[in-house]
């Protein structure tokens, strides 16, 4: 009798264990946080590096203010440089051109996207962007949004014309989170790192030949970003830049036509939070 009243209660031991595990599976509560402060005067202060791999000349340092120039209860902007002067930071530019909205665990984006500069020599369109998430907190590492699309253009390459058919996509990435970093110096806790890049292939439509690739498959377009709790953008990393398919600049040169923009580009723009204020 005394074995099974042991035996029993062993069971029952390891029942109530299960039904506790059970209980506690899913219950964990979701995070929440703020990583973009947005109070109408928040600022931020950058020190700027541009690096162009083909022509040091374009290479400059430079400082960026950015500020809260705008906010309602669901949605806010910022404004760089007071409007004087356009945002020398790859990622202060695209933040600046469109509406950010947030909510307890994540920042959305609507607006925007300028064309890199070093891609001026194919296209100065823009693209135009909604609710693409730049992070959130309680996903998985990996794809936040895409957006694809096609532009549709003709190119004047040395007085010939050749249509174009731009395909691009506008990927958002969730890279880490809960990391520490240190920028100019300070160390800042509970970053998140995120990524966005703008990813194209170029054909042009050759008479005879039909379709041809100018640009395979790349990344004209990649920025990491860190943005740290209560603090918000602390760093931003940027490349952008072409290489022209080494087939289409055979094929132009067998026809005689001379190629008058560069046949690859490639340029870093790397920003970094000096100081800030904003409101507790």
């Known amino acids: 009798m005394k074995n099974l009243k042991a035996i029993m209660l062993l069971f029952l031991g390891l029942v109530l264990i299960s039904c506790s595990s059970d209980d ?25 590096v541009n690096e162009n791999r083909d022509d040091p000349s374009f290479d400059f340092t430079a400082t960026d203010l950015l500020t809260v120039n705008s906010a309602t209860a669901s949605n806010f902007t910022v404004e760089a440089n007071s409007g004087i002067s356009p945002a020398a930071g790859s990622m ?17 984006f609507t607006g925007d996207l300028e064309l890199p500069e070093a891609f001026a020599g194919f296209s100065d369109e823009t693209i ?3 609710d693409v998430a730049l992070y959130d907190l309680n996903s998985d590492n990996g794809e936040l949004s895409n957006t694809p699309g096609t532009i549709i253009q003709d190119l004047d390459i040395g007085g010939t014309i050749f249509p174009l058919t731009i395909e691009y996509t ?13 920028v100019d110096g ?13 990813e194209v292939t170029v054909t042009a439509t050759v008479e005879i030949l039909g379709a ?3 640009l395979g498959t790349q990344d004209v377009l990649s920025i990491d970003y860190y943005f740290a709790e209560n603090i918000g953008l602390i760093k931003a990393d940027a490349v952008q830049g072409y290489e ?16 008058d923009i560069p046949t690859s580009i490639s340029v870093t723009n790397a920003q970094e939070l000096d100081s800030y204020v904003v409101a507790e």
């Open 186 to 198: 300070t160390e800042y806790n509970n970053v998140i790192k995120g990524n966005l890049k703008l």
């Open 24 to 48: 506690d599976s899913g219950s964990t509560p979701p995070v929440n946080g703020d990583y973009f402060p947005a109070t109408i005067g928040d600022l931020w202060i950058y020190n700027v």
């Open 212 to 214: 041809v690739s100018i």
């Open 170 to 182: 506008f990927i958002t990435s969730k890279l880490s989170s809960g990391s520490t970093i240190t």
């Open 92 to 108: 202060n530019s695209f933040l600046t051109n469109g509406t950010l909205s947030k909510t307890d665990d994540m920042l959305l």
């Open 244 to 259: 022209v398919e080494s087939t289409f600049i055979d094929l132009l040169e067998f026809s005689g036509v001379n190629l």
């Open 128 to 130: 135009s962007l909604t």
